[in-house]
């Protein structure tokens, strides 16, 4: 099955942006729609967004929308989610997700997963 790598979390300022990047391998990325999920410190796990198999259609969660993009490029097996205008409450780990279901707008879809990039966002 795929694995997924998270990567480009970091500490920014309220009002930066901030792209976050997911490297899938061991299995053939364009066969699995995509999603970005976040958990800030106790609360729990929160569905983003998701992706369809080739990237046409996108879902976000309305706490985020407007304010992130969700894309991938299938030729490099790469996920991406790019923050703008973020928020303290923005602060969380970042989670990258695969499904091999149609599903791709539900977050219980989702069956793997990346072990998470931090993201914090100081006032």
């Known amino acids: 099955h795929v694995q997924l790598v998270e990567s480009g979390g970091g500490l920014v300022q309220a009002g930066d942006s901030l792209r976050l990047s997911c490297a899938a391998t061991?299995?053939?990325?364009?066969?699995?729609?995509m999603g970005w999920f976040r958990q800030a410190p106790g609360k729990e796990r929160e569905f983003v967004g998701g992706i369809s198999l080739t990237g046409i259609s996108v879902f976000y969660t309305n706490s985020i929308k407007g304010r992130f993009t969700i894309s991938r490029v299938n030729a490099k097996n790469t996920l991406y989610l790019q923050m703008n205008s973020l928020k303290p409450e923005d602060t969380a780990v970042y989670y990258c997700?695969?499904?091999?279901?149609?599903?791709?707008?539900?977050?219980?879809?989702?069956?793997?997963w990346g072990q998470g990039t931090q993201v914090t966002v100081s006032a």
């Open positions: 997700a695969a499904t091999d279901s149609d599903n791709f707008y539900s977050g219980p879809s989702y069956n793997y």
């Open positions: 061991g299995s053939t990325f364009s066969a699995y729609a």
